[in-house]
């Protein structure tokens, strides 16, 4: 089964509940299995650099099937991929993307949230993860 | 006043409704005032180059501040602007791209969509727009 | 079920075979559902221009669900979108790229053919599809 | 003599024959000395980051005709080329590249291996490269 927008928009809205939680204006992008937008929000007042962050920190997480944050082990100072974050248009190597997997445990896309800080991203893109994760138990 | 995403959704949800009436999936994009996506949505079943077409007659709409449709007139065979279509990063000079005005006459974004015919794409576009207008009344 | 390595590698075949025929050497690509490569084959001698071109075509039948030929209906002088061609990166609407589906009628991804002559790059083509379709009967 | 697709296939199976044996689905890309798609797989299973960077392995050990990870003797903090590997394209200077020569010790391709760690890539293009060498003794 392929993303759905019905689950494309609860990520969405779980995202946006947290963000107003802790008065931060993010982006959030909904990526597909093919790394292909599903949707997009911007909320009032995001920074506009916040909808590239957003989309290639998405990116990232779908084309790794891992945590955006998690690439940056492989290509970090000393680690062995050097300039891997420069691979597939650019990678967004930090916090705030997660993939989504359906119930076979096959990625079916991936969110990416950029606005604040990279813990605040985190924070917001770990609450819009649960609200996916609710729909599927 | 810059777009709001209340206004972003609305627009949206206007060009959904009346793409489920016709049962098309379609794509839809809303872009602010300087071009920059504000919101997003992809139908369930719309063929993926819809995103980047949905995207093209949104981006015509709002740097030409018309119709993306109004643009051929300018470089059709004949016109005085020939090749003006691969200005900007190549435009979508065909209808389903509209500009979105605020209460005092300026250009604050635009619209597109793309899933079906160009005459059906205007016609899911005219429904948003009119949801849009509604909204300002 | 995404498209296999095992499928991809059927059309590959079943190009070459037909070319083989012909005596004419084409470039095969084969793309997934998410328009991302998943084989590819340049025979020897064929023209580096090819390798661009087998790969738009396939893009081109996979973002839109159809013969890369049927896109130019939309296009070509006349038609109502006109610039269509300029979209998704620039496409290429001649024929030599076929959809590929899945037993339930999905798009699966595509193959695109190039080479020789636009009526030789689409017998070419069809000579794969039919190797692809024989698999799944 | 230009590589041949007998040679690119060649090279392909062996590295998919490593890949196999370690239970490593990767990407596999060959270029011709001009850096241009000979051949290339994916393997079912094997993450979409994959194929740009097995494609910028090879691509990063032909330009340069030396192993993909030796670039990096060039551009690591310190040495006399920093941002090096923003050149061409961008490169991907760490392990999974390897030329290929002809029996004159021209570099007449290369490969890219790309799928799991740094190590396991640098094995399956070992493999790969032990089957081209096997072919033309």
């Not at 299995?33 to 990116?59: C, E, N, P, Q, Y």
């Not at 896309?109 to 729909?135: E, H, I, P, R, Y």
């Given at each position: 089964m392929p993303l759905s927008s019905h689950q494309a928009h609860t990520v969405i809205d779980g995202a946006e509940r947290k963000a107003r939680e802790i008065g931060l204006p993010v982006v959030i992008a909904v990526l597909d299995a093919g790394a292909h937008l599903k949707a997009f929000r911007r909320m009032d007042g995001a920074v506009l650099a916040s909808i590239d962050i957003a989309l290639r920190k998405a990116t990232t997480a779908v084309l790794f099937q891992a945590n955006s944050e998690d690439v940056w082990e492989y290509c970090k100072p000393g680690a062995p991929a050097p300039g891997l974050e420069l691979s597939n248009g650019g990678?967004?190597?930090?916090?705030?993307g997660i993939p989504l997997k359906g119930p076979d445990g096959q990625v079916i896309g991936a969110l990416g949230v950029s606005g604040g800080s990279v813990a605040q991203d985190t924070d917001v893109a770990k609450a819009a993860f649960a609200a996916f994760q609710a729909l599927t138990r």
């Amino acid at each position: 089964m392929p993303l759905s927008s019905h689950q494309a928009h609860t990520v969405i809205d779980g995202a946006e509940r947290k963000a107003r939680e802790i008065g931060l204006p993010v982006v959030i992008a909904v990526l597909d299995a093919g790394a292909h937008l599903k949707a997009f929000r911007r909320m009032d007042g995001a920074v506009l650099a916040s909808i590239d962050i957003a989309l290639r920190k998405a990116t990232t997480a779908v084309l790794f099937q891992a945590n955006s944050e998690d690439v940056w082990e492989y290509c970090k100072p000393g680690a062995p991929a050097p300039g891997l974050e420069l691979s597939n248009g650019g990678l967004a190597p930090f916090g705030g993307g997660i993939p989504l997997k359906g119930p076979d445990g096959q990625v079916i896309g991936a969110l990416g949230v950029s606005g604040g800080s990279v813990a605040q991203d985190t924070d917001v893109a770990k609450a819009a993860f649960a609200a996916f994760q609710a729909l599927t138990r």
